[in-house]
């Protein structure tokens, strides 16, 4: 009996100890691989130096970037956790090497699923209660396993509709503020050597921004507040929010209506399936119709609320019957000031008129410090703030290219970054990727113009004889889309 208390007592010491040195394996992990990456770059652009040929120096850094994307694939998919979502930000067209896109797009923010009994654990701790006295029925296969938690399809007891329940992950907070405290390391080395842009000020806000995600009462107050706003702001609402089950709720553990639909990134295959052409006009107008209801959604909440859904990635986003658009996972939102709001506002108004003054002064307003390394400084604070503030990127820019000589980055030194902004950057760059992937090229500067203009107009900073879109009627939408 005393032999098996013993291994008893053993097994759990072992545990501890794995638990605590967990953290110290993967900071071991991603520095490991992050100095090989970067070593391989830096040795790299020494070796290409002594090349004349620009065809041989393009096919060079061709194949430098698929080596490199090799190795960032392995570390994300390794450590996963919260480099899955390093994944998704770095895996747009206009963010990064074509090689590195090609290879993280096939990332998905997915992690192996909690096994049930651990669950069902942290379900009854939470709730206070049985899941056999909660639930008529529980799938025990989760719906879906991401970073943070993972969601499982069930029934209340004497109801009659499906609900879905989000259940976080036991020890993954530790983790994933580990990851973020690394990742805020070598950014700050990076600027101070390579990228002439305040990455810091961004990781800083990545970190408030994912420990928001750990607490789903505040997701759920977040879901209900946005549901309300688009409900009461619309005839009929641009997307759909799940309803929040109140009493169900705990920091751990959420509740909500389920909302039947398919992935956005199913929907090509959906259409096939049923006999629709994904490039017919039917297939066109059922894109254009998604597009619109999500531009529509994230205009009203960033510029007439400034309280936004931050997260619009394709895992996120279900399409429904009729076209209809559903926006799921509220953990990551952002509130912002008045005077960022009402900036940014500002800028959307640049961009749409192509306004390189108001673009300059809008910067100002926002609070970006940058220094200028060119003669045409105007111009190019305009084209760096389409590149990174719209959907339709300025005329000859393909990508963000903070490593070419000609980018807007290198030309223009942004030093001082306001951290809010960072959720307005990434949320444009995902609605930018979700436009390629549906083979729309459009402006969302143009398309937020009158809710701008309608935001500046309440605010008292814009006079009713400089409404240029008064009369504007939402429909004018379809006339700056232009298919892909």
Not at 30 to 55: H, L, N
Not at 222 to 246: C, D, G, H, S, W
Not at 324 to 340: H, N, R, S, T, W
Not at 428 to 451: D, F, T
Request: one cysteine or more.
């Amino acid at each position: 009996m005393n032999a098996i208390a013993s291994r008893f007592d053993f097994k759990e010491i072992q545990e501890k100890v794995s638990l605590h040195l967990r953290p110290w394996h993967r900071s071991f992990q991603f520095w490991v691989r992050a100095a090989d990456i970067y070593t391989g770059y830096k040795v790299f652009q020494v070796r290409v130096s002594f090349v004349k040929d620009v065809q041989k120096q393009e096919a060079m850094w061709e194949r430098q970037h698929e080596l490199a994307a090799d190795k960032i694939y392995a570390m994300c998919s390794d450590l996963g956790g919260f480099f899955l979502k390093v994944a998704q930000i770095l895996g747009k067209p206009d963010l990064a090497p074509a090689a590195w896109v090609k290879k993280l797009v096939t990332l998905c923010d997915q992690a192996p699923a909690t096994p049930f009994d651990a669950v069902k654990l942290v379900l009854e701790k939470e709730l206070g209660r049985s899941v056999g006295e909660i639930f008529e029925k529980f799938d025990v296969n989760p719906l879906g396993s991401a970073s943070i938690a993972q969601v499982h399809l069930a029934r209340l007891r004497g109801d009659k509709n499906d609900v879905v329940v989000k259940v976080q992950h036991p020890g993954i907070q530790d983790l994933m503020m580990t990851d973020i405290h690394n990742l805020q390391a070598f950014a700050l080395y990076m600027q101070k050597t390579d990228i002439k842009f305040d990455l810091y000020s961004v990781t800083k806000e990545m970190e408030k921004q994912i420990g928001y995600e750990f607490d789903f009462l505040r997701e759920a107050n977040a879901m209900e507040r946005i549901r309300r706003f688009l409900y009461e702001n619309n005839k009929k609402t641009p997307v759909l929010v799940p309803r929040v089950l109140q009493d169900l709720v705990t920091r751990k553990v959420l509740l909500m209506d389920y909302i039947d639909g398919i992935p956005i990134l199913n929907l090509g295959d959906e259409m096939a399936k049923r006999g629709i052409n994904p490039g017919g006009k039917m297939a066109a107008a059922a894109k254009q119709n998604i597009l619109k209801s999500l531009t529509l959604a994230y205009g009203q909440m960033i510029l007439k609320s400034g309280f936004f859904h931050a997260d619009p990635h394709p895992g996120n986003i279900l399409i429904c019957k009729g076209s209809e658009v559903a926006l799921l996972d509220y953990g990551q939102v952002k509130d912002l000031p008045d005077q960022l709001r009402l900036g940014y506002a500002n800028l959307v108004l640049a961009m749409a008129d192509n306004d390189p003054v108001k673009a300059t002064e809008s910067y100002r307003e926002l609070g970006i410090d940058t220094v200028s390394n060119c003669e045409n400084e105007q111009q190019e604070l305009l084209r760096l703030a389409q590149t990174m503030f719209d959907t339709k990127l300025p005329p000859g820019v393909l990508m963000l290219q903070p490593f070419s000589e000609d980018s807007s980055i290198k030309k223009i030194g942004v030093q001082s970054f306001p951290e809010e902004l960072f959720s307005v950057l990434r949320t444009v760059h995902l609605l930018r990727g979700l436009s390629v992937g549906l083979g729309i090229n459009y402006s969302c500067a143009e398309q937020w113009r009158p809710i701008a203009e309608e935001a500046l107009y309440n605010a008292g900073r814009l006079k009713g004889a400089n409404l240029k879109t008064k009369v504007r009627k939402q429909g004018s939408f379809r006339r700056f889309i232009q298919r892909g």
